[in-house]
Nanobody, 114 residues
Framework: QVQLVESGGGLVQAGGSLRLSCLVSNDIFSANTMAWYRQAPGKYRELVAIINTAGGTLYSNSAKGRFTISRDNAKNTVDLQIYNLKPEDTAVYYC????????WGQGTQVTVSS
């Protein structure tokens, strides 16, 4: 049964773009502010972007200007569009609720080559 399933990662060259998607179980999606996080090798997981149930968004300083988070209430998905990818964006990307995260999904690997 679906809770959090991330997809869309891959290997891209610096300057490229990716669109990540997260399928969320309906009972979780409809009631929660959702977020994207990422964890680079050897680093702690960090918060990247947040979107509340009304569509309001917030971004980390590293994500401002290049990342766009969105949610599709009909599909129960939360997407993260990333533009102008940089090698330092290389990480496993996860989605989860912003508050009281549930069991983490497998994430989706983003690798940016220089």
């Amino acid at each position: 049964q679906v809770q959090l399933v991330e997809s869309g990662g891959g290997l891209v060259q610096a300057g490229g773009s990716l669109r990540l998607s997260c399928l969320v179980s309906n009972d979780i999606f409809s009631a929660n502010t959702m977020a994207w996080y990422r964890q680079a090798p050897g680093k702690y997981r960090e918060l990247v972007a947040i979107i509340n149930t009304a569509g309001g968004t917030l971004y980390s300083n590293s994500a401002k200007g290049r990342f766009t988070i969105s949610r599709d209430n009909a599909k129960n998905t939360v997407d993260l569009q990333i533009y102008n990818l940089k090698p330092e964006d290389t990480a496993v990307y996860y989605c989860n609720t912003r508050w009281n995260p549930i069991t983490w999904g497998q994430g989706t690997q983003v690798t940016v080559s220089s």
